[in-house]
Structure formats: structure tokens, C-alpha cells
């Protein structure tokens, strides 16, 4: 199998590099690996580290745009990993992957297992995420599997024959960082082909804070992608309409006490601006690039 990793970038050229770094500890090179950007500032420096990495300029960028750029940059491979610029795989992640796409030949969506995911909260540093992967016990049975409702943005990976049969992209009408872009697409693919989750394929979500939404545009986005999701059918009602109520609530009665590395205010407030608009048959994904 040719198998390529991708990742889309933005504001966090440090992090990025050493992402990079991870990814020359794989036990199982990838045949190729490409790094999508929107500014040259976003690699600086990091070309003539890693020549073995292909970097590729998108402007305007956007996840969607980015993840569809290194998509259609890699026509002769048979699976695409993305993976966030702030996620450390462990060094098996790519040969666990292709063990495991070659048992099973209906697995369309291939999902790693996070031990660590600094997006729930203040972040994880680069030096602790290293030890945290250095003191992690891999499975009894690295190859193993279970079904999952959807892959995991910060590391999942496709196998492009579907892909490429029924003509399927990132959803651009869904801006930035594109809250559920990952949700969208991996369900759009499962009538193709099943979505696992691989025990032995385990890595470090750090979280990184930089280069994140402000506050306000998650906040819209928390409420009004899942509802346009929902109305595309990729995404079940009866996950949509529970998850923009769940973060309605949670930056609500979080605002008073909020973490110091979340905006829970703007958040609510932008899950209201999200409510009057859906109400009033304004809401699009596209409204936080006005917030």
C-alpha cells in the first residue's frame, strides 16, 4: 500500500515541527508526506529541515480547503492519514495502519486511539506529551479494532478508492477550523465502507491554544454546523440536536467560572447569535467569517 499523511496548518510553525520530528520515529515511513499552509510564516524554517516533506501553499485557507488540497495532491496512493499539526503519533501508528487496512478490506475509515487530548483542556506541552507516549503500555493486541461513529480529525485515516469513486471532499462551505468537518465527511464515507477505531494505533492530541477560533465564532459554530449537518443527513438528528444543546448549556452555566484558556462567554454568546439566526432562517456556516 502507498500510503501518504497529511497535514493542514496554520499559526503554529514550532508545533508543526515537531510533529515532523514524530514522524521520522515511524517504524513504517510514509511513501509520502505533505504539509498544507496558508503562509509561508506558518513553515518558516521548516523546509530545509525536512526535505523528505512536501509543503504546499493554500490561500485562502481554511481546514476544509487545506485537507482537500493535500486530497487531491495524492492521486496514486491508496490511504491518506491526516493528522493535526499538534498531534504526536506513536511510531507504530503507520504500520498498525496498514496491517489493519489490509485485514480488512471493507474499512473505509481508520481512527487512532488518543491516550492524551489536550483539546478538553488547558493543553498538553510538547516535552510532557513525548513522556506521556514514552510511558504508554500498547494493547495486548496491537491489531485489534471496534466500530465508531466517526473518525477523529486530529488523526484518522481514509482509504481514497471510495473516496475517489463517489466524488468525496471536506465540505468547504464550512470555514476556518471547521467545526465537525472530520464528523462530515467519515459519514459521508461509512455507506462506502466501515469506520474503525485501532487499538494499536495510539498518539498525543496536544490542544495546542494558538491559531484557535475566537470564542464568538465557535460559539455559532457549535450550534449551527450541526444543524446544517443534520439537514445534509451526515449527521443524525439525534446526535445533532443533543450536541448544540449540550454546549448551549455547558458555556452558559460555565460563563461565571470559566477556564482561563476558554472564552465561555463568547462561546454562549455566539451559541445565541447561532439560535436567533436558526430561527429566523439566517444560519449558515459560513456567518462566523462576519463575527
Known amino acids: 500500500m502507498r500510503i501518504a499523511v497529511g497535514i493542514a496548518t496554520r499559526g503554529r510553525a514550532a508545533i508543526l515541527g515537531e510533529v515532523l520530528e514524530e514522524l521520522r520515529r515511524q517504524t513504517r515511513a510514509p511513501d509520502r508526506l505533505l504539509v498544507c499552509h496558508v503562509t509561508e510564516e506558518d513553515v518558516a524554517g521548516l523546509p530545509a529541515r525536512f526535505p523528505e516533506a512536501e509543503f504546499l501553499l493554500q490561500n485562502p485557507g481554511g481546514l476544509p480547503r487545506q485537507r482537500n488540497r493535500i486530497l487531491d495532491a495524492v492521486a496514486e496512493c491508496d490511504l491518506l492519514l491526516y493528522l493535526d499539526d499538534d498531534f504526536l503519533p ?52 496491537p491489531l485489534a479494532v471496534a466500530p465508531h461513529f466517526n473518525g477523529y480529525g486530529c488523526n484518522m ?25 472530520d464528523i462530515d465527511l467519515t459519514r459521508r464515507l461509512l455507506p462506502h465502507g466501515r469506520i474503525l477505531r485501532l487499538a494499536g494505533a495510539r498518539g498525543v492530541h496536544l490542544g495546542a491554544k494558538s491559531g484557535r477560533v475566537p470564542g464568538v465564532r465557535l460559539g455559532y459554530s457549535q450550534v449551527v454546523n450541526p444543524i446544517y449537518l443534520a439537514r445534509k443527513g451526515s449527521f443524525p438528528w439525534s446526535h445533532a440536536l443533543p450536541s ?41 456556516p459560513e456567518r462566523i467569517l462576519e463575527l
Open 90 to 141: 506513536a511510531p507504530e501508528w503507520l504500520a498498525v495502519l496498514e496491517a489493519v487496512m489490509r485485514a480488512h478490506p471493507d474499512c473505509a475509515v481508520a481512527t487512532g486511539t488518543v491516550i492524551a487530548d489536550g483539546a478538553k483542556g488547558p493543553g498538553i506541552g510538547v516535552a510532557e506529551g513525548r513522556a506521556l507516549l514514552a510511558a504508554d503500555a500498547p494493547p495486548d493486541d
Open 157 to 181: 485515516a481514509l482509504r481514497l478508492a471510495p473516496m475517489r469513486a463517489h466524488g468525496l471532499r471536506f465540505d468547504e462551505r464550512l470555514p476556518l477550523y471547521a467545526w465537525y468537518e
Open 244 to 284: 448544540a444543546a449540550r454546549h448551549c448549556l455547558k458555556n452558559l452555566l460555565m460563563s461565571p467560572w470559566p477556564e482561563p484558556e476558554v472564552d465561555r462567554w463568547g462561546r454562549f454568546k455566539g451559541n445565541m447569535i447561532g439560535l436567533w439566526d436558526l430561527l429566523r432562517g439566517r444560519a449558515a
